[in-house]
C-alpha cells in the first residue's frame, strides 16, 4: 500500500510538471511570436523648416538620431529590444551635444524627453521578462517625440509676432508707394 500511495504522489508530481511546463512552452510561443510584430509607428512626414535644417545638418549627433528613429519605423519589437542600449546612447548624446544655434528652453526640453524615451526603452527591453506591449508603445511615444523635437527646433527660427507684424507694415507701404507712382505718371 506504501509503494502505492509513493507511486501515486511520483505520478502526480510529474503530470503536473509536464502540464506546467505544457503552459510555459505555450506562453514562450506567443511571447515569441509578441515579439516579431512588426511595430505600427504613425509616419508623420514632418520636416525641418530650411534655416532649422541647415544647423541640423552640421550636428552630428541629431542627424545619427534621426536615422535611428527612422529605423524604428519598419522594425519588430526584438529589433528594437536588441538596438535600444545603442538607442539610448544615441539620444543621450544628442542631448549633450545641442549646438548653440539651436539652444532653446523648448529645445533642451525636448531633448530631455526625448533621452528619457529612450532611457525607458532601454530599461523595458532589458528586463528578464520584457513585456512586449511597453517596448512597443514606448518605442511609439520615442518616435512622437522626436517629432515634437523638430517642431521645437523650427519654432526657434520663426518670426515674432512683432517681426511679422513689422514686415506687413513694410509690405504695405511698398504696396501704398508703387499704387502712388502710377498716378503721378498719368497727371503729367
Known amino acids: 500500500m506504501k509503494k502505492l500511495i509513493c507511486f501515486s504522489l511520483i505520478l502526480a508530481?510529474?503530470?503536473?510538471?509536464t502540464e506546467k511546463d505544457g503552459e510555459n512552452s505555450i506562453q514562450n510561443a506567443l511571447d515569441t511570436t509578441a515579439f516579431q510584430k512588426e511595430l505600427k509607428i504613425e509616419k508623420v512626414e514632418f520636416s525641418l523648416e530650411p534655416e532649422a535644417r541647415k544647423f541640423a545638418l552640421n550636428w552630428v549627433e541629431y542627424i545619427t538620431a534621426q536615422n535611428e528613429i527612422k529605423r524604428l519605423e519598419n522594425s519588430t519589437i526584438n529589433q528594437v529590444m536588441i538596438n535600444a542600449p545603442a538607442i539610448a546612447q544615441i539620444m543621450e548624446s544628442l542631448k549633450n551635444s545641442v549646438p548653440d544655434s539651436l539652444k532653446s528652453v523648448a529645445v533642451e526640453s525636448r531633448l530631455?524627453?526625448?533621452n528619457t524615451k529612450a532611457q525607458l526603452l532601454k530599461q523595458y527591453s532589458?528586463?528578464?521578462?520584457p513585456d512586449a506591449e511597453d517596448i512597443a508603445q514606448t518605442t511609439k511615444e520615442l518616435h512622437q517625440e522626436f517629432t515634437n523635437l523638430k517642431l521645437q527646433m523650427n519654432e526657434?527660427?520663426?518670426?515674432?509676432?512683432e517681426d511679422f507684424e513689422k514686415e506687413l507694415d513694410e509690405f504695405e507701404k511698398m504696396e501704398r508707394e508703387q499704387d502712388s507712382i502710377p498716378e503721378k505718371t498719368n497727371e503729367s
Open 112 to 114: 530631455n524627453v526625448v
Open 13 to 17: 508530481i510529474i503530470s503536473c510538471k
Open 126 to 129: 532589458g528586463k528578464q521578462e
Open 156 to 161: 526657434i527660427f520663426l518670426k515674432s509676432l
